[in-house]
Nanobody
Framework: VQLQASGGGLVQAGDSLRLSCVAS????????MAWFRQAQGKEREFVGA?????DSTYYVKYPFDISRDNAKNTVFLQLNELKPEDMAVYYC??????????????????????WGQGTVVTVSS
């Protein structure tokens, strides 16, 4: 599956922003989706994940929210109450939904076989 992230931009501290990631080339509902972010000079970190059917979200950083619209092959990351430390490149990622015995694995980059190109979020104080 190919992924295309968008929605980043320049906002002020306290603002909200919604990122989108559109998938193509696969059956979208068959994929768990996740968001990661990478700040300049730092390692990429997990932001949250959502199951293929959208019924469950996993380890989503507060006060953010993840949702999906399988009819539109799109996953969303709602960024609320943004702070300067939230400034990063945000990436969406996909993994084929298979049985998982430890949901903590969803936080691991190696679980995801497809990645979007990233969208930049800049937060001014």
């Amino acid at each position: 599956v190919q992924l295309q992230a968008s929605g980043g931009g320049l906002v002020q501290a306290g603002d909200s922003l919604r990122l989108s990631c559109v998938a193509s080339g696969g059956t979208f509902s068959h994929y768990d989706m996740a968001w990661f972010r990478q700040a300049q000079g730092k390692e990429r970190e997990f932001v949250g994940a959502i199951s293929g059917n959208g019924d469950s979200t996993y380890y989503v950083k507060y006060p953010f929210d993840i949702s999906r619209d399988n009819a539109k092959n799109t996953v969303f990351l709602q960024l609320n109450e943004l702070k300067p430390e939230d400034m990063a490149v945000y990436y969406c990622a996909a993994r084929l939904s298979t049985f998982i015995d430890d949901y903590g694995r969803l936080k691991m980059e190696r679980e995801y076989g497809s990645w979007g190109q990233g969208t930049v979020v800049t937060v001014s104080s």
